[in-house]
């Protein structure tokens, strides 16, 4: 399913324009992401939790140019399914 | 870390919270957007969201594992799982306390300190400097190799060249290179070096400032082109011939090799369709045709069954007769066929000739009982299972 597909679907339930939709996904990421920041998990029931993890920093080898490069360390955000939905689907 | 789990409820209270909509509304939103996804997911398999990012749905083929308590080994079975990609402006949004930083390339003294190996404050003085140590090096390595070859570029006057060459001379190198050397430096700017070698000879006997060994060479190499200066010049223009010939030697021995190792497999394989249950290494993965000369006749079980729906159901109850493999997506159900352990070989390496996948290894292993797979004794009969899905 594509993005105006997805759009339309959630617009269509919750009774507001697509346009609307588009921007409050928008804004539920950046609340999503402001409430991580500070340490926490983000849980969807029935579907699994959002994290906020920290990378370190490593040393990686250019596979074209084989010049030693060092990746800085940096934030990312996990997804990691429950279990109730990992026996949904299998 | 203890985490607070932030519920759907609260995200939507905290999107109301903003102003930009009402309670109810982001409520609904919240609830929907999820839902939707799920039943998107189950849908098509794959979803991508603008602004946020793209969830998946993978399949994670089944690989073996070892039970950590028994240290037996077990086979995961297949399964499927969701992946989240976080969109691009999720991404930095996220990194944001780590955005000034960028990927940099380092040099090797550098990975040291990274990868925390201890130094003494001593030693760190010479690694402060990494940028002008490597630098430092390279010219150092080039120069000898740099003055034995472009020795011959130099159109400089031999008294220089001779210098340069003459530390060469006492590194290991067969003297018989010497001889090319000077005479490639001869060949390159070829009409020059004859008169210059010609005005050499007369001043031979001067008292050159030159150290002996340098003299020494120079009158051999003068006494060579002296009597022979044409040899010279055609013999210099064979060695650039020699090199490409030497090329064209080197291509036709690797086909010939090729060749050769074509015609040795050629032969294996016409000797393979001979041979029925010789446990040499000739037999060809996934062998389906059944190859059985010894069947055991306590195992009575057919071997030969393909997935008949008739028989499938008998073999399930026989199943019961056999150990399975826990988490195992097969179900034992007799002999397929024997092997015999050689020499070099390993599990692994005859699963793969039986069955065409080593993924059956836990199979094997608990068919035969066996207590330590990688030590095998060579000669040990071995039983292959024949395996259905559960």
Not at chain 2, 65 to 79: D, P
Request: include cysteine; hydrophobic fraction near 40%; charged fraction near 30%.
């Amino acid at each position: 399913m594509n993005n105006k597909e997805f759009i339309a679907e959630v617009a269509g339930r919750t009774s507001i324009s697509a346009k609307q939709c588009q921007d409050m996904v928008n804004l539920l990421a950046e609340t999503m992401v402001s409430a991580l920041e500070v340490d926490n998990e983000v849980v969807v029931a029935g579907l699994g939790n959002f994290e906020i993890k920290q990378k370190k920093e490593r040393v990686m080898i250019n596979p074209s140019n084989g010049k030693k490069m060092l990746v800085p360390p940096k934030l990312v955000i996990n997804f990691k399914m429950s279990s109730t939905y990992k026996n949904k689907i299998n | 870390m203890a985490k607070n789990k932030i519920t759907l409820q609260a995200l939507s209270d905290m999107m109301a919270s903003n102003g930009a909509c009402s309670k109810t509304t982001s409520e609904a939103f919240v609830r929907n957007f999820f839902s939707v996804l799920k039943e998107a997911l189950q849908k098509d398999n794959i979803i991508k969201i603008k602004g946020f990012g793209t969830f998946k749905l993978v399949v994670v083929a089944a690989r073996e594992s070892v039970n950590v308590n028994t240290g037996e080994r077990v086979s995961i079975a297949e399964y499927n799982k969701i992946t989240f990609t976080p969109d691009k402006a999720l991404k930095e949004r996220v990194n944001k306390p780590f955005a000034q930083f960028d990927t940099i390339p380092v040099d090797d003294e550098d990975i040291e300190i990274i990868e925390g190996t201890a130094q003494e404050v001593g030693e760190e003085v010479p690694v402060e400097t990494p940028v002008e140590k490597p630098v430092e090096n390279v010219p150092v390595v080039v120069e000898p190799v740099v003055a034995e070859e472009p020795v011959a570029e130099a159109p400089v006057a031999k008294e220089e060249e001779a210098p340069v060459i003459a530390p060469l001379i006492s590194e290991p190198s067969p003297k018989v290179a010497e001889p090319i050397d000077f005479e490639e430096p001869e060949a390159a700017p070829a009409p020059e070096p004859e008169p210059v070698v010609e005005e050499k000879a007369e001043p031979v006997a001067e008292p050159a400032p030159e150290p002996v060994a340098e003299d020494k060479t120079e009158e051999k190499i003068e006494t060579e082109p002296e009597p022979e200066p044409q040899p010279a010049v055609p013999e210099a223009e064979e060695t650039p011939k020699k090199k490409s010939r030497k090329g064209c030697i080197i291509v036709s021995i690797i086909l010939g090799v090729i060749l050769v190792a074509a015609l040795v497999a050629g032969a294996y394989y016409l000797g393979s369709q001979h041979v029925l249950e010789s446990p040499a290494e000739v037999q060809k993965p996934v062998v389906k045709v059944d190859t059985l000369t010894k069947v055991d006749t306590v195992q009575a079980p057919a071997p030969k069954v393909d997935a008949v729906a008739d028989s499938l159901a008998q073999l399930r109850e026989k199943a019961a007769n056999f150990e399975q493999v826990e988490g195992g997506e097969y179900l034992i159900v007799g002999t397929k066929t024997y092997r015999k352990m050689k020499a070099n070989y390993t599990l692994t390496r005859l699963t793969v000739h039986v069955y065409g996948d080593k993924k059956y290894l836990p199979y094997v292993i608990k068919y035969n009982n066996i207590k330590n797979p990688d030590m095998v004794p060579i000669g040990t009969r071995l039983r292959f299972p024949e395996l259905i899905e559960k």
